[in-house]
C-alpha cells in the first residue's frame, strides 16, 4: 500500500437541523407587513437547540434574532448564530475486515479504525458564529425593497456575502411578485492546507525528519475560495380568505473550491481489499437550479402548512423534499393559549455523477472521484412535535422535538467479496431539541 496522508473531519453537518427564526428575508411578506406597521419596540426570538447523531456528530446551537419596525415603515432583521460541533465524521473511507491507520488533518498524529467499522475520525470540533442584518422598506405603496449582508466565521472557514431584493403589489396586495440577487465569497483554510485532489494520503512516522517535507509535497497550498451567485424569482398569492399560496424559482452558480479537503477514497483490488487511500476531487464549478411551491391553508382552527422543492445541478444530483406542519390549537383547559404543531419532512436524492464508495486498483483514476455520502443517493426523513403556549402578555414558548434518519443508498456499484462483509452505506440518526422563546 502506497504511503499518504488522510483529511477526515465534517464541516457544517449540522445545517439541516437549525431553526429558522430568521431566514433569508421574505420580501413578499415583509411587504404585507410594512404596509399595516407601526413604530414599535423591538421584538426578539431566540433558541437554544441540541443536535446529536448516534455515535457521530453532536452540536449545540444558540440564535437571538430582532426586528424593529420605524415609524417610517423601515424594518431592521438581525439574527446572531453561536453553534459549536463535536464528535466523529465520517472520512469517506471504505470499512475493512481489518485495522485501518490514517493520518490526521493536521498531519501531526494518526488514528486507528477497528475492523469492521466504518472509518471516524473522533477528533471533529469547530465553533461558528454568523451574523446577518436585514434591512427592509417601502419605496412607493406598493414596492417594497430590502437588503443584507451575511457573515460566518469558523476555524478554518470565513463566509461573507450580500443580498438585494424587490418586490411588488397587485390586485390590492393579493399578489406580489419579488426578485432577488445574492453573492457569497467563501474562504477555505483547512488545517494541514489544501490537499492535491486524487493525491496518495501520507501514512508512516510523523516524527521522521523527512516527514514535513513529504507532507508538502501532498498540498496545493493554505488556503482557497469559492464564490456564489444567485437569483431567485418569487410569486405569492392570495387565493381566497383561507388559503395563500407561494412559488419560488433559484438560480445558483458557484465557481472555486468545491471539494471536501477532509474526504478521501479507498483504492480497493478485485477482492475489496484497501490498497491506498487519495484524496477526493470534484469540478470547481457548479450549477444549480429549483422550484419551491408552498401553500398554507386555514381550517376553522387549525393550519396546514406543506412545501415541496425540486432540485437539479449539472452534477446530475436530484432531489425532492416534501415539508408539511399542522398547527393545532388545543382547548382552553390548559389553562392558556397553547398548540401543537406536528412537523414531517421527506427528502430524496441522486448521486452525483462522480460519486464512487470507492475505486478499483485495476481502473485508471477519473479526474473527479468522491465517496462523500452527502452528494450520493440517499433518503431522509425527519418526524417531530413542537408544542408552544403563551405566557407574559403575549410571549410564546415553544419546545421542539424531532427525529431524523438518514438512509445512504447503493447508486448501482457492484461490492467485490470483502466489502460484502461490512457495511458501506451506514445510515444516520440523531435526534434534535429546541427550546425557543419570543419577547
Known amino acids: 500500500m502506497k504511503n499518504l496522508i488522510d483529511k477526515n473531519n465534517m464541516k457544517a ?11 433569508p428575508n421574505n420580501v413578499a411578506q415583509a411587504s404585507n407587513t410594512l404596509s399595516n406597521s407601526q413604530d414599535s419596540e423591538w421584538e426578539f426570538d431566540s433558541a437554544f437547540l441540541l443536535y446529536s447523531e448516534v455515535d457521530r456528530v453532536s452540536a449545540g446551537e444558540v440564535i437571538l434574532s430582532g426586528q424593529r419596525t420605524f415609524e417610517n415603515d423601515e424594518v431592521l432583521n438581525v439574527k446572531l448564530t453561536i453553534d459549536a460541533l463535536t464528535g466523529a465524521s465520517a472520512n469517506g473511507a471504505v470499512a475493512q475486515p481489518t ?3 490514517f493520518t490526521r488533518p493536521s498531519g501531526k498524529g494518526q488514528y486507528q479504525i477497528a475492523s469492521g467499522n466504518t472509518p471516524l475520525d473522533d477528533t471533529f470540533h469547530d465553533t461558528r458564529v454568523q451574523l446577518n442584518g436585514q434591512w427592509t422598506q417601502l419605496l412607493e405603496t406598493d414596492y417594497t425593497v430590502s437588503g443584507g449582508f451575511h457573515l460566518s466565521k469558523e476555524y478554518d472557514y470565513l463566509s461573507l456575502g450580500i443580498n438585494g431584493n424587490v418586490a411588488i403589489d ?3 396586495k393579493n399578489t406580489t411578485i419579488s426578485t432577488g440577487l445574492s453573492f457569497f465569497h467563501d474562504t477555505f483554510s483547512p488545517e494541514g492546507g489544501i490537499p492535491k485532489p486524487l493525491a496518495s494520503m501520507l501514512i508512516g512516522d510523523s516524527s521522521n525528519p523527512e516527514w ?3 507532507f508538502a509535497k501532498t498540498r496545493l497550498g493554505s488556503n482557497d475560495t469559492k464564490t456564489t451567485a444567485e437569483f431567485l424569482f418569487g410569486l405569492t398569492q392570495v387565493i381566497n380568505r383561507r388559503m395563500l399560496m407561494q412559488f419560488n424559482y433559484s438560480y445558483s452558480m458557484v465557481d472555486g473550491y468545491l471539494t471536501d479537503p477532509f474526504k478521501i477514497l479507498s483504492i480497493v483490488d478485485l477482492n475489496g481489499v484497501t490498497q491506498d487511500y487519495i484524496y477526493e476531487s470534484r469540478p ?3 450549477l444549480k437550479q429549483s422550484i419551491f411551491t408552498q401553500s398554507l391553508y386555514h ?14 445541478d449539472d452534477w446530475a444530483i436530484k432531489s425532492h423534499t416534501i415539508d408539511s406542519r399542522y398547527r393545532i390549537p388545543l382547548p382552553n383547559s390548559f389553562g392558556t393559549e397553547s398548540y401543537l404543531q406536528p412537523h414531517v419532512r421527506l427528502y430524496q436524492q441522486s448521486a452525483a455523477d462522480f460519486f464512487s464508495p ?6 485508471s483514476v477519473p479526474v473527479f472521484a468522491s465517496a462523500d455520502y452527502r452528494i450520493g443517493e440517499m433518503t431522509a426523513s425527519t418526524f417531530g412535535l413542537n408544542y408552544g403556549m403563551l405566557i407574559n402578555n403575549g410571549n410564546e414558548l415553544g419546545f421542539r422535538l424531532e427525529y431524523y434518519q438518514q438512509k445512504p443508498k447503493n447508486a448501482g456499484f457492484n461490492e467485490p467479496s470483502v466489502l460484502k462483509e461490512v457495511e458501506l452505506y451506514p445510515s444516520i440518526k ?4 429546541q427550546v425557543s422563546y419570543s419577547f
Do not use: N
Not at 299 to 312: C, G, H, Q
Not at 430 to 433: K, R, T
Open 170 to 172: 397587485f390586485d390590492r
Open 284 to 286: 470547481r464549478s457548479r
Open 299 to 312: 381550517f376553522e382552527t387549525t393550519v396546514l402548512d406543506i412545501s415541496y422543492r425540486y432540485m437539479w
Open 358 to 363: 470507492f475505486l478499483f486498483e485495476a481502473d
Open 99 to 101: 485495522v485501518q491507520t
Open 212 to 214: 514535513d517535507d513529504e
Open 430 to 433: 440523531a435526534i434534535i431539541a
Open 13 to 23: 453537518a449540522l445545517t439541516m437541523a437549525t431553526a429558522a427564526l430568521l431566514g
